[in-house]
């Protein structure tokens, strides 16, 4: 299988075929096998918190210092938690998946170019 951006019979770009091709699956891939795990981490970590808030309320009430808990620090958690996922797919992105998507758009903006 060629690596090269198929046209469809008029010369038009066949973009069935590009959704198709290996560089726009191992695209998806690539961005799935980052996706998918931090999805599945983050919410297990947000039910955690939830059902412990829910059932584990003397636990969340326990003070750590003067009147901060453990509720509090581990729901000011979910929010560097979520920072911290945002920037972490953001350099993975830039590292990983830009450099690939810039690929096959240029290469579709020739080929509609040449159309």
Not at 3 to 10: C, E, K, M, Y
Not at 34 to 56: D, E, H, S
Not at 66 to 71: C, E, R
Not at 88 to 108: G, M, Q, W
């Amino acid at each position: 299988m060629s690596d090269q951006i198929p046209a469809g019979s008029n010369s038009t770009i066949d973009y069935i075929a590009i959704e198709e091709s290996p560089r726009f699956r191992r695209l998806k891939r690539t961005q799935r096998s980052f996706i998918f795990p931090l999805a599945a981490f983050f919410l297990i970590w947000y039910f955690a918190y939830v059902l412990l808030a829910a059932f584990a309320t003397d636990f969340m009430a326990q003070r750590v210092w003067g009147d901060i808990t453990v509720g509090l620090l581990l729901g000011l958690g979910q929010f560097v938690t979520t920072f911290a996922i945002t920037m972490a797919y953001v350099s993975f992105a830039n590292r990983k998946i830009d450099p690939l998507a810039t690929e096959i758009r240029e290469e579709l903006e020739k080929a509609q170019g040449q159309a």
